[in-house]
Nanobody
Framework: VQLQASGGGLVQSGGSLKLSCAVS?????????TGWFRQAPGKEREELAC????????FYSDSVKGRFTISRDVGANTVLLQMNNLTPEDTAVYYC???????????????????????WGKGTLVTVSS
């Protein structure tokens, strides 16, 4: 399984960006849990949002809830992260990760907050200017 994140760039504070994560698995990637994470300089990697086929709703961390939206296009093997109302504190390298399994919300949340997914892509840099 390989992942490729794209869509990062430079944006002004208050602006928006949409990140895309393309998953190459050799088959239709449907029953997976996938998430977005970020790591700012000098800080630990932070979970942002995760989505799973069997969960009633996606998981969002408090830091992005209401501003970021995660979605998936199963046919295109892609997971998107729409980011709105960006601030300089959102500046970081953004990563997507995935793992096998269609989990309930509770299990997905544990995997997400534990950053315990097996497959990780290279990140894409998001810079928000003030």
């Amino acid at each position: 399984v390989q992942l490729q994140a794209s869509g990062g760039g430079l944006v002004q504070s208050g602006g928006s960006l949409k990140l895309s994560c393309a998953v190459s698995a050799g088959f239709t990637w449907e029953y997976f849990v996938t998430g977005w994470f970020r790591q700012a300089p000098g800080k630990e990697r932070e979970e942002l949002a995760c989505i799973s086929a069997k969960a009633d709703s996606p998981f969002y961390s408090d830091s992005v809830k209401g501003r970021f939206t995660i979605s998936r296009d199963v046919g295109a093997n892609t997971v998107l992260l729409q980011m709105n109302n960006l601030t300089p504190e959102d500046t970081a390298v953004y990563y997507c990760a995935t793992d096998f399994g269609a989990y309930s919300y509770a299990k997905m949340e544990r995997l997400c907050t534990g950053k315990n997914l097996d497959y990780w892509g290279k990140g894409t840099l998001v810079t928000v200017s003030s």
